[in-house]
């Protein structure tokens, strides 16, 4: 059993970004638990994204919006260098800094150690991330300093994916070594994922096609919490 609160946070990637304020303001209305955020370079992913402007300006317009709400923006930090953005997410309004283990600049444990401990003292949590082809192993050296860890169930860089079950292993051997930690999944999560996924250990589950593109966002977040949260309590340790 998993004592985990399950949380639903949607990618607005997925999202009509010709109308990204409203688009979030509208998921933030619909019951999500944090907005997931996706930045891409170019490099570590072949897509483009955005950067810390389009970031900062979704954090003050929200803010106006929902003057009484806390609302969490999750940065899905795809790109080769993320040490090169803490500084400016950090005042863009992030709140919780997911970097991948696999960066092409983190050369080293000590990079990524320092990495940490840059985006602790800017005062956001830290998440680390793996792609399918990383093994869990690579993260544990950190976990222990991190808020969350990233199982990514799909190829990172476009969305619209299938859902990767092989990738299930991996979040319930974190799980049982960390039953307390944050562990997200995304990719291709959905109402005929969701079971799968929080089975096995995931508490944070990024969905986007499933919500995004929903005409019943609210019940679908509902719904994801809902069977999540039955899920984590049948959780079974390796």
């Known amino acids: 059993m998993c004592s985990c609160q399950c949380k639903i946070g949607p990618s607005i990637l997925n999202a009509d970004l010709s109308r990204l304020f409203e688009e979030s303001a509208d ?3 619909a019951g999500a638990d944090y907005l997931h955020l996706d930045v891409m370079d170019g490099h570590f992913v072949p897509n483009i994204t955005f950067g810390a402007p389009v970031v900062k ?15 969490i923006f999750d940065m899905h930090m795809m790109v080769s260098d993320p040490a090169k953005w803490v500084d400016d997410m950090a005042n863009a309004g992030a709140d919780q800094y997911t970097f991948h283990v696999e960066a092409e600049k983190l050369k ?4 990524v150690k320092t ?55 991996k979040v319930q051997a974190l799980r049982s070594r960390y039953p307390k930690i944050d562990i997200e999944v995304d990719g291709g ?50």
Do not use: H, W
Not at 220 to 230: A, N, T, W
């Open 27 to 29: 998921l933030v209305d």
């Open 57 to 71: 300006s979704l954090r003050d317009n929200l803010k106006e919006k929902f003057p009484e709400k806390s609302i």
């Open 108 to 111: 080293c444990s000590e990079d």
């Open 115 to 169: 990495l940490i401990q840059k985006i602790k003292s800017k005062n956001m949590k830290v998440g680390i991330g793996i792609k399918p082809n990383t093994s869990p192993e690579a993260v544990l050296p950190y976990m222990d300093d991190v808020d969350m860890v990233l199982v990514m169930t799909v190829e990172p860089g476009f969305g619209g994916q299938k859902f990767m079950s092989n990738m299930m292993p």
């Open 189 to 238: 999560l959905s109402l005929d994922t969701i079971d799968q996924a929080a089975k096995a250990g995931a508490n944070m589950i990024v969905s986007g096609s499933a919500v995004v593109k929903s005409r019943d966002r609210a019940g679908v977040i509902k719904e994801l919490r809902s069977r999540g949260q039955s899920a984590l309590s049948k959780f079974q340790p390796d």
